[in-house]
């Protein structure tokens, strides 16, 4: 029995044990495999995330674990959900893979888990509600801020996304991509700006100009000098280089108490007569027979009168009488120009007039300022004069030249460069990176890489001295919203003549060396403020403007008002303070706030709104170009102070 029993036995299996092929109603097998349905938006294909998620499971998540789209974090399989929507990308089907905590669909989006249907559930994310920072930041809005708790799950956000109500899930079409676009554009909340604080002004060191002129005495000086800079050459005789940097010195060179005493010095007996004789010779040229007659005569005894400024006027004064005589007021050899300037009345007497026959109301020229007017209206006539139209005009092909030399430099350079480069030996490997053979050449091409970055910089800052030469006019840097002046001069004869040379021998292929040297001031004699071309000069009131924290200084301006009341001269000859006059500028015409927020208006775009209101006030694109000026002319004016700023190009392109 026990035989018979034993086949029996293992024969059979328990129907719990047998894999679930079938089942049997009423006599009839009935096949339970599941078919394979195409996937459909009605009937997606639903994802057994449980079991799926069994082949992650650990101790801590014994049924598996799924990130959740919202927090990101692990949560258990059994209290997530998964979205089952499908949509078609091209010809093939995508599932959505965000799945949904239980903890984040009750607090963020009013869901319970267990009333959403998992077999059709749409997330949030296809909803397009979704307010993970992911989803938010694709769309352009800032992450909302953790106000929730779990103690306090209500608030205007959740309460927006609990009242809102899921949408139905509609089929897919070929303007899905347009759909979601518009449904997105519709969610969209206005961008709230962020405001930042103001920045706070910089404190600037205002320091007075040693001049007592005014704005129209300083202008007509820089007019007189730029003219003669510019077409000095042109003269009949040349002006002198001595002359021409007695120019620089707007109150005088060496008259340091002459603003203490209330004299206004200029320059000097001698300079007035070069340029006088200077600007004769070229009329002469471009005058009638007689009037050319007229004026040689005159020149000759100008040469022999000596440096004697009452002499000079009588000598021009008998000249434009005798000029007016045989010509007309319309005619071209017309020579009309003003009487000088009264003497002040602190003035010093003139000098001894034993030669000159002069009346008792005669007008006695005693100081050189006095005749600014005379030279003033000299520079006229001679503007008007074939040979300075001329030059005006081949001013513009010598620019077109000299860029060319810049660009031939700048070529001759990168080639130079090309071939240190392949000197230069590769990066070493790491065990022999801390050898001191290694350091060496470390330094020796941090040398080669900075001497070729100043070459560059040589030849664009002496490109720009260059280019000052051919302006056919001065310009100021332009006026802040305040009305204050901006007064920035252009470099003197010698620095222009040496930048020349610079570009002349770094364009050629040959080793040359140059022979001119730049004028140079030390700090001492920037300090000085006597020389225009190295200071930003500022014709306004002093800004009042301190920190809140500065009452020292408030209380000091307070005691100057009345000393520094009114517009006077303000020069910043230190690079530094130019670059904080600049951000002062920049923050005080509200450019560095527009600048930060973009299209958000601030105080620069009010200021071309305010047209109607003052005319005279600067436009922003006015207030751009002053900030960039003051901002190049303290990176030219730190170049320029250098001592090796063209001997150091030499020597490495020698080498």
């Given at each position: 029995?026990?035989?018979s029993?034993?086949?029996?036995?293992?024969?059979?299996?328990?129907?719990?044990?047998?894999?679930?092929?079938?089942?049997i109603?009423?006599?009839?097998?009935?096949?339970?495999?599941?078919?394979?349905?195409?996937?459909?938006?009605?009937?997606?294909?639903?994802?057994e995330?449980?079991?799926n998620?069994?082949?992650?499971?650990?101790?801590e998540?014994?049924?598996g674990?799924?990130?959740?789209?919202?927090?990101r974090?692990?949560?258990?399989?059994?209290?997530?959900?998964?979205?089952?929507?499908v949509?078609m990308?091209?010809?093939?089907?995508?599932?959505?893979?965000?799945?949904?905590?239980?903890t984040c669909?009750?607090?963020?989006?009013?869901?319970?888990i267990a009333?959403v249907s998992?077999?059709?559930?749409?997330?949030p994310?296809?909803?397009?509600?979704?307010?993970?920072?992911?989803?938010r930041?694709?769309?352009?809005?800032e992450?909302?801020r953790?106000?929730?708790?779990s103690?306090n799950?209500?608030d205007?956000?959740?309460a927006k996304?609990?009242?809102?109500?899921?949408?139905?899930f509609k089929?897919?079409?070929?303007?899905t991509?347009?759909?979601?676009?518009?449904a997105?554009?519709?969610?969209k909340?206005?961008?709230?700006p962020?405001?930042?604080?103001?920045?706070?002004?910089?404190?600037?060191?205002?320091?007075r100009?040693?001049?007592?002129l005014?704005?129209?005495e300083?202008?007509?000086?820089i007019?007189?000098?730029?003219f003669?800079?510019?077409?000095?050459?042109?003269?009949?005789?040349?002006?002198?280089?001595g002359?021409?940097?007695?120019?620089?010195?707007?109150?005088?060179r060496?008259?340091k108490?002459?603003d203490?005493?209330g004299v206004?010095?200029?320059?000097?007996?001698?300079?007035?007569?070069?340029l006088?004789?200077?600007?004769l010779?070229?009329?002469a040229?471009?005058?009638d027979?007689?009037?050319?007659?007229?004026?040689?005569?005159?020149?000759?005894?100008?040469?022999?009168a000596?440096?004697?400024?009452?002499?000079l006027?009588?000598?021009?004064?008998?000249l434009?009488?005798?000029?007016a005589?045989?010509?007309?007021?319309e005619?071209?050899s017309?020579?009309?120009?003003p009487?000088?300037?009264?003497?002040?009345?602190?003035?010093a007497?003139?000098?001894?007039?034993?030669?000159?026959k002069?009346?008792d109301?005669a007008?006695?020229v005693?100081?050189?300022?006095?005749?600014?007017?005379v030279l003033?209206?000299?520079?006229?006539?001679?503007?008007?004069?074939?040979?300075i139209?001329?030059?005006i005009?081949q001013?513009?092909?010598?620019?077109?030249?000299v860029?060319?030399?810049?660009?031939e430099?700048?070529?001759?350079e990168n080639?130079?460069?090309?071939?240190?480069?392949?000197?230069?030996?590769?990066?070493?490997?790491?065990?022999?990176?801390?050898?001191?053979?290694?350091?060496?050449?470390?330094?020796?091409?941090?040398?080669?890489?900075?001497?070729?970055k100043?070459?560059?910089?040589r030849?664009?800052?002496?490109?720009?001295?260059?280019?000052s030469?051919?302006?056919?006019?001065?310009i100021?840097?332009g006026?802040?919203?305040?009305?204050?002046?901006y007064?920035?001069?252009?470099?003197?004869v010698a620095?222009?003549?040496?930048?020349?040379?610079f570009?002349?021998?770094?364009?050629?292929?040959?080793?040359?060396?140059?022979?001119?040297?730049?004028?140079l001031?030390?700090?001492?004699?920037?300090?000085e403020?006597r020389?225009w071309?190295?200071?930003?000069a500022?014709?306004?009131?002093?800004s009042?403007?301190?920190?809140?924290g500065?009452?020292?200084?408030?209380?000091?301006?307070d005691d100057?008002?009345e000393?520094?009341?009114?517009?006077?001269?303000?020069?910043?000859?230190?690079?530094?303070?130019?670059?904080?006059l600049?951000?002062?500028?920049s923050?005080?015409?509200?450019?560095?706030?527009?600048?930060?927020?973009?299209?958000?208006p601030?105080?620069?775009?009010?200021?071309?709104?305010?047209?109607a209101?003052?005319?005279a006030?600067?436009?922003?694109e006015q207030?751009k170009?002053?900030?960039?000026?003051?901002?190049d002319?303290?990176?030219l004016?730190?170049?320029?102070?250098?001592?090796?700023?063209y001997?150091?190009?030499t020597?490495?392109?020698?080498?």
């Open positions: 029995m026990a035989q029993s034993t086949p029996s036995t293992s024969s059979k299996r328990k129907l719990t044990d047998r894999e679930p092929s079938g089942l109603f009423d006599g009839v097998v009935m096949s339970v495999k599941k078919l394979k349905l195409a996937p459909t938006l009605h009937n997606p294909p639903l994802k995330k449980v079991d998620a069994l082949k992650n499971a650990t101790e998540f014994p049924n674990y799924v990130y959740c789209h919202q927090c974090k692990r949560r258990d399989a059994k209290v997530t959900i998964s979205c089952t929507a949509y990308v091209g010809k093939k089907e995508r599932s959505c893979k965000a799945s949904y905590c239980k669909l009750l607090k963020k989006y009013g869901e319970e009333r998992r077999s059709t559930y749409n997330c994310k296809c909803r397009d509600v979704c307010m993970c920072h992911t989803c930041k694709a769309k352009g809005l992450p909302l953790k106000k929730l708790s103690t799950p209500g205007e956000t959740d996304s609990k009242h809102s109500e899921p949408k139905a089929e897919p079409a070929k303007s991509s347009k759909t979601k676009e518009t997105s554009a519709a969610t909340a206005p961008v709230q962020v405001v930042k604080p103001p920045k706070v002004l910089p404190v600037l060191n205002w320091e100009v040693p001049s007592s005014n704005e129209d300083a202008n007509d000086r007019l007189i000098r730029e003669m800079f510019r077409f000095g050459d042109y003269l009949d005789p040349v002006i002198g280089k002359h021409s940097e007695e120019l620089e010195f707007f109150g005088g060496a008259n108490q002459a203490n005493s206004t010095v200029w320059v000097g007996e001698m300079t007035i007569k070069s006088v004789v200077g600007l010779g070229l009329f040229a471009h005058r027979a007689e009037a050319t007659k007229l004026i040689k005569n005159t020149l000759k005894e100008m040469r022999s000596g440096a004697n400024l009452n002499k006027w009588s000598l021009l004064s008998a434009r009488d005798d000029v005589k045989i010509t007309t007021s005619s071209s017309c020579l009309t120009f009487n000088p300037s009264p003497p002040p009345p602190n003035a007497p003139a000098r001894s007039l034993r030669n000159v002069t009346s109301d007008l006695h005693a100081q050189s300022s006095q005749m600014i007017p003033l209206a000299l520079i006229n006539l001679a503007l008007h004069t074939s040979s139209r001329d030059e005009d001013g513009l092909k010598d620019n077109k030249d860029t060319k030399d810049a660009k430099a700048t070529r001759l080639e130079r460069w090309e071939e240190v480069k392949k000197t230069m030996e590769s990066p070493p490997d790491a065990k022999q990176k801390n050898t001191a053979k290694d350091k060496e050449r470390v330094a020796e091409n941090k040398i080669k890489r900075a001497t070729h100043d070459n560059m910089t030849i664009e800052n002496a490109l720009r001295i260059v280019s030469s051919f302006s056919p006019r001065f100021t840097l006026t802040d919203l305040d009305g204050r002046v007064y920035a001069l252009s470099p003197g620095e222009r003549e040496a930048a020349l040379e570009l002349n021998v770094a364009s050629s292929s040959r080793p040359m060396k140059m022979k001119k040297k730049a004028r001031l030390n700090e001492e004699e920037r300090q403020m020389e071309s190295w200071f930003v500022v014709w306004g009131e002093k009042r403007e301190t920190t809140s500065d009452r020292s200084k408030r209380m000091d301006l100057e008002d000393v520094e009341s009114g517009p006077h001269w303000w020069g910043f000859w230190d690079i530094q303070e130019i670059n904080k600049a951000e002062w500028v923050i005080k015409s509200g450019l560095s706030d527009d600048e930060q927020a973009g299209d958000t601030s105080a620069a775009s009010s200021v071309s709104s305010s047209k209101t003052n005319k006030e600067p436009k922003v207030l170009r002053l900030v960039h000026g003051l901002k002319y303290a990176t004016l730190e170049w320029r102070v250098k001592e090796d700023k001997t150091s190009f020597t490495s392109k020698k080498a």
